[in-house]
């Protein structure tokens, strides 16, 4: 199988975000396209379900949109709050603040963690690649808990239910729409060379070896080709200044200790080689004890 390292260029939360693809020297580069765009929007959504997932298991559904504000101000304007068994307040005043029992919390936490655990940028030292199936069971999974956190379903306006039923097109409008992309406008790019549509991914490796590993970045049409990727790592960058650091207050020290002192040392004595050999340092003169 061909890997594709697919590092992500388009606003991702972190500059080492990526995934695993696995593919064939055969596969059409249109179709190797579609697969790495509808895995990576399919992470993002991932991401803002389990942002909202959590926040419905600790603070509850989200208020209507004109009634966003904190229960406190709530309070003072003599609006009444409605407070169940398990209320916690929301500090930023989105949520309600109250939340299914903490079995049911506990049980959207966990199927969220899996979620997280799956599509983390650690899969890539892992070395495991991700699938578009195994991201949507790991989605329906967590579907399948908020179903049972709350029956009746979710109101419409809440950014849970957005993020589990919603089409990706629809959710432009979140935060992490920015990085959302279409397939049709999506250009991948591989040492500095695009993959040209119409060819096949061997036409682009230049060979069918089935055992080739590459990194590649999806960028939209028209922008050109992405950054190169540094030469340096940022744990040998910062393995290298700690140690030239280290290097230069050794040095400040030597030229800050330029006295003759050490002159009395014993390893800096000309004549100590001699004495040595000799057999002479360990004489003591006659009836002196030391």
Known sequence: MVVISLKSTLGAPSNNDGFLYETTSSTKVDDLIESLVEIHNARLRSCLIMDSVRGLAMHGVMKRPEDA?????????G?????GPNYTADP????????????VAEVLN???AALEEYIGKHEVQKKIALTIDCIEDKINNVRGAVTIAYPMGLPDWDLARMALDEPIE???????????IDANDASLWACNKEFLRGQLVSDRL?????KTKVIAKLTTKGAGPPAREPIVSEVERNAMSAFYFKRQEDLKQLAQADEDDYLNSEWADPKGMKRNLQGLNDVKAPGLRF
């Not at 504000?69 to 304007?77: A, G, M, N, P, W």
């Not at 609006?79 to 407070?83: A, D, I, P, R, S």
């Not at 629809?170 to 959302?180: A, E, F, P, R």
């Open 206 to 210: 230049g060979s069918r070896n089935e």
């Open 79 to 83: 609006n009444e709050v409605e407070k």
């Open 92 to 103: 930023s005043g989105l949520r309600t603040g109250n939340p299914p029992c903490s079995q």
């Open 170 to 180: 629809k959710l432009k409008g979140t935060y992490l729409g920015g990085s959302v």
């Open 110 to 112: 966990r199927e969220v």
């Open 69 to 77: 504000c904190t229960d406190e101000v709530q309070e003072l304007i």
